[in-house]
């Protein structure tokens, strides 16, 4: 249930500090929603939940005189980027006011290796300003058209490029956040080193986000490769054998068992019936190297873009981690999907969810460093039928030690993070001591 508070009022007091109201009730609808429909579950467990009014800050004076309103009325609020999220974060369960990010989109400074930029800029486009400088960012969800910076840290992970730099909770992937409090008084903070995870992937319920610095990696010219195979286990061989390969500079490897590939329909051309697939993306200075692993693993290679093309037809990130439950789901909206974090004896367990639930749970996996170590994740898709039978899936995966990120939950504690360091509740109780921040969010209180 939305808080009380004068509507009118608020929206005169924005106006007047020069703050863009939407108050159009179907914009507000829109922008009160995310990605959570991939799940059934969450779908209507979020039905129904909206904002009473959406403001666009942008600068950061203007985020700071809204805090202060919304404090000061005891106003729940909700940040926003694109909304490209898959768990509801962005879905505002107590009203109130959604925070849209997307007009603070500004770079403050590029310097070899380090770019620091306003937390509503677009991924993409701030990448084609560091590459400009020879340098591109570390790695970017398959939304990164269209999701922010500061939408990436507070709801993402990883994605593309955490084959060659791990994910985002890793040490030197997140060098500085700025973030608004939301105090009788809001504060600018500034939180470097390790205090940026305080922040990073909370589903901003701690502190508004309005810069963001962060590390770049070298812009090599990426080639783009199809490689499909008659055995799944053999794709998943070579998959792995490719991002072991310390001398090859890679992007992406996902592994992508029939009949997935059939809901790639721009890519079907390259794809026969019942085949399994590895999409990569590889620095040309590697390529020569990649036909021999692929003749080793009897495979075989059905489509090359060179690096020049890049831009231009088919983008293969574009088919990778949840854009690929986007496109089966194009076709088929009944299905949805699972997170997955498999054993040390991967392939065996992978081999056997594989056999045990064949085209119910589809493989799909993505090659990621953890800790220096090369580990595959899976992003399944699920044939949904039921709650029950997909709570029976997710129980069948956690008893063969399959530790599942329950996509199907807006609660932080059931997702990736499971738990919340003490360290980091005490900086939400200082930052946001009326829990205004996304309430709901979280199992913990105060």
């Excluded at 990883?158 to 956040?177: A, E, F, K, M, P």
């Excluded at 319920?205 to 490689?227: F, H, R």
């Excluded at 020569?288 to 059905?302: A, C, R």
């Excluded at 093309?309 to 854009?323: C, K, V």
Aim: with cysteine; charged share 20%; net charge negative.
């Amino acid at each position: 249930m939305s808080t009380p508070f004068d509507l009118d009022a608020f929206t005169k007091t924005m106006t007047e500090m020069g703050i863009e109201v939407i108050t159009d009730t179907q914009q507000i609808g829109k922008l009160s929603q995310d990605y959570h429909t991939f799940s059934p579950i969450l779908t209507a467990k979020l039905a129904g939940k909206i904002a009473d009014v959406v403001v666009r800050p942008a600068n950061l004076q203007q985020v700071l005189n809204l805090a202060k309103i919304c404090v000061a009325y005891r106003i729940p609020v909700t940040v926003r980027g694109a909304g490209t999220g898959n768990y509801g974060q962005c879905v505002p369960l107590h009203g109130g006011v959604v925070i849209d990010m997307t007009k603070m989109q500004d770079v403050c400074w590029v310097k070899p290796g380090i770019a620091r930029a306003q937390a509503g800029i677009r991924l993409a486009a701030l990448d084609k300003i560091t590459r400009e400088t020879s340098w591109e960012l570390r790695m970017v969800p398959s939304t990164y058209r269209t999701a922010t910076l500061g939408g990436f840290i507070a709801g993402g992970s990883g994605g593309i490029g955490s084959v060659q730099y791990g994910l985002l909770r890793d040490r030197g992937n997140l060098l500085g956040l700025q973030v608004v409090t939301l105090e009788d008084e809001p504060r600018v903070i500034e939180l470097r080193g390790d205090d940026v995870q305080k922040v990073n992937h909370a589903w901003g319920i701690n502190g508004i986000i309005t810069e963001v610095e962060i590390p770049l990696a070298p812009a090599y010219p990426w080639a783009e490769v199809i490689i499909t195979f008659a055995d799944f286990l053999s794709a998943l061989r070579f998959g792995q054998k490719l991002a072991q390969a310390d001398g090859m500079v890679k992007k992406e490897i996902g592994v992508f068992a029939a009949p997935i590939p059939n809901y790639f329909t721009a890519l079907r051309p390259y794809i026969g019936d019942g085949q399994h697939v590895v999409l990569s993306i590889i620095a040309e200075s590697s390529l020569d190297f990649v036909t021999g692993l692929v003749q080793q693993y009897q495979g075989e290679i059905t489509y090359q873009k060179p690096a020049l093309a890049s831009g231009r037809g088919i983008n293969l990130g574009e088919y990778t981690w949840n854009h690929t439950t986007l496109h089966a789901r194009s076709s088929d909206n009944s299905i949805t999907y699972l997170q997955s974090i498999f054993p040390s004896d991967n392939f065996q367990t992978i081999e056997h969810m594989h056999n045990h639930f064949g085209d119910e749970v589809m493989m799909h996996l993505e090659f990621i460093r953890v800790e220096g170590n090369i580990a595959n994740p899976g992003l399944q898709l699920v044939r949904y039928t039921s709650e029950d039978r997909l709570n029976e899936i997710i129980r069948y995966h956690e008893q063969h030690g399959v530790f599942i990120a329950n996509p199907h939950s807006y609660l932080i504690e059931e997702g990736w993070k499971r738990s919340i360091d003490p360290e980091h509740i005490e900086f939400k109780r200082t930052v946001d001591p009326y829990n205004l921040m996304n309430p709901g969010k979280t199992i913990f209180g105060f």
